[in-house]
């Protein structure tokens, strides 16, 4: 009996230290993918006082964009991504703010997580569109990221 769990807890180990090392990867490897993120979407979790997280985000907001749409999915709880939030593309559209000039612009905004449990994993979309109101075509490329949701306990992460 002893020598059975010899050999199948550093598997067991094995398994969970690759897994969260997937996670940590891909959390990490759209900042500058450029097929994914061509927007050069980034991404900061922040603690609020509250003991509740923020996503914010920036991107490239290219001239050629008529409106810019953001969403977020908690990809863990909803893996297909079939439930965005914002669910109304004009709350999509509000989310954006663009600064700059057309040819230099930036685009930013910040979502407060609600109900998205530690440890969950979470992507962002952001997209420009050619015409107003996030309708017709994307124009540009994508602005994809992913970040891992962490506990937050007098405005500071835990764990």
Not at 49 to 67: I, K
Not at 75 to 89: E, G, M, N, V, W
Not at 128 to 133: D, K, P, T, V, Y
């Amino acid at each position: 009996m002893k020598r059975w769990w010899r050999v199948v807890m550093p598997g067991v180990v094995a398994l969970a230290a690759v897994g969260v090392g997937v996670t940590t990867a891909l959390a990490g490897e759209l900042d500058n993918d450029p097929v994914n993120n061509r927007l050069a979407t980034k991404t900061s979790l922040v603690c609020n006082s509250d003991g509740s997280v923020t996503l914010r985000w920036t991107s490239l907001a290219p001239a050629e964009a008529a409106s810019m749409t953001a969403k977020w999915y908690d990809a863990t709880a909803d893996p297909d991504l079939r439930s965005p939030k914002p669910a109304k593309i004009a709350d999509q559209v509000a989310a954006v703010r663009r600064t700059g000039g057309r040819a230099s612009g930036r685009a930013s905004g910040a979502f407060r997580l609600t109900g998205v449990p530690d440890g969950h994993l979470v992507a962002l979309f952001v997209d420009a569109w050619s015409q107003a109101n996030g309708k017709g075509t994307q124009v540009f490329g994508l602005g994809r990221n992913l970040d891992t949701v962490f506990h937050c306990v007098d405005g500071r992460p835990t764990g």
